[in-house]
């Protein structure tokens, strides 16, 4: 990676995972998104000392969870997320990562 690395928000970060997923041809459910988005925002933390997006985490009962990424998310059930977020206009730098 060039550069100072930059922060974007959750959507954006999910977004990341759904088009690869959708060009890999991988299920991509939304407990393995949340998780994704997790761990992403953790390996950040530990590798550059910054966040990867903006939104908080929260520990709830069954894991770590971004409430409003949750929350979109619940539609599908365990569904596929096949479809990236529309509404993000982050502009997420897909080859910095």
Known sequence: MQGAMKTYGVYATANFFIKKALENNVELSPMKLIKFAYIAQGSAL?????CLFRETIEAWKYGSVVPDLYHNLKKYGDNTVRV???YVDDNFDYQEY
């Open 46 to 50: 530990a590798a550059y000392k910054k």
């Open 84 to 86: 990236p977020f529309a």
